[in-house]
């Protein structure tokens, strides 16, 4: 069964401090690739969808790239409003796990001033 | 456009009390979940539904039961609550089940 791995657990950046956030899974194949930002007491909020190698999203500073066994999460010049937990999840392959979604343990993002 | 409601959002129950988590989406969606939260173990999924009439196992489904009313609403059941189901549960739903899901704000769920 896919496993779906995130790294850095947590990553501290300052306002303005560009970096990137790596979502990898163990099992091939281009189901999609969902990103989700959480925000402390509420439930994921849905960022994007990728189904392509190759393929970018993008929402004001963040941009989401995948490839046939990773996904990156860029946060451009990011402000403290960007804080958060940002999870990413795959789709189950076939037989009786199909669509069921597997997420990573989620990246916690804090922005400082 | 409310998305996915749950109710209630806080909830304390004494070990062994039985309560019904309450879900619906105003979509149009075929799948729904319920997730489990907990510090350091990420999300969990506890059941599935692809379709109205249809629920599946997720990866920890002891202790809970689910009933797909009609294609609006996914209740999640637990008939004799433990300590160990102290968690933030979050019903969540998707027009099919490989397309990205939308979730509710959570029940927050504490069990003494």
């Known amino acids: 069964e896919d496993q779906v791995t995130q790294s850095p657990e947590a990553l501290r950046l300052q306002e303005g401090e560009s970096s990137s956030l790596n979502c990898s899974y163990t099992?091939?194949?281009?189901?999609?690739l969902f990103w989700y930002r959480q925000d402390p007491g509420k439930g994921p909020e849905f960022l994007f969808t990728?189904?392509?190698a190759g393929e970018e999203k993008e929402k004001e500073r963040l941009k989401a790239t995948l490839t046939k066994k990773e996904s990156f999460l860029h946060i451009t010049a990011p402000k403290p409003e960007d804080s958060a937990t940002y999870l990413c999840?795959?789709?189950?392959?076939?037989?009786?796990?199909?669509?069921?979604?597997?997420f990573g343990q989620g990246t916690i993002l804090t922005v400082h001033p | 456009n409310a998305g996915v409601t749950q109710t209630p959002k806080f909830q304390v129950l004494k070990t062994g009390q039985s309560m019904t988590l309450q879900c619906a989406q105003d979509?149009?969606?075929?799948?729904m979940y319920w997730y489990r939260q907990d510090p350091g173990m990420g999300l969990r999924l506890i059941y599935y539904?692809?379709?109205?009439?249809?629920?599946d196992k997720g990866e920890v489904p002891n202790g809970y039961n689910v009933s797909r009313l009609n294609k609006r609403e996914f209740s999640l059941r637990l008939e004799s609550a433990a300590p160990s189901q102290t968690s933030v549960y979050f019903c969540?739903?998707?027009?099919?089940?490989?397309?990205?899901?939308?979730f509710g704000q959570g029940t927050r769920l504490t069990v003494v």
């Open positions: 969540a739903s998707s027009l099919q089940g490989n397309t990205e899901a939308f």
């Open positions: 979509m149009n969606h075929n799948s």
């Open positions: 990728l189904y392509s």
């Open positions: 999840a795959r789709p189950n392959a076939g037989g009786t796990s199909y669509g069921k979604l597997t």
């Open positions: 099992v091939s194949g281009l189901r999609g």
């Open positions: 539904s692809a379709s109205e009439g249809t629920t």
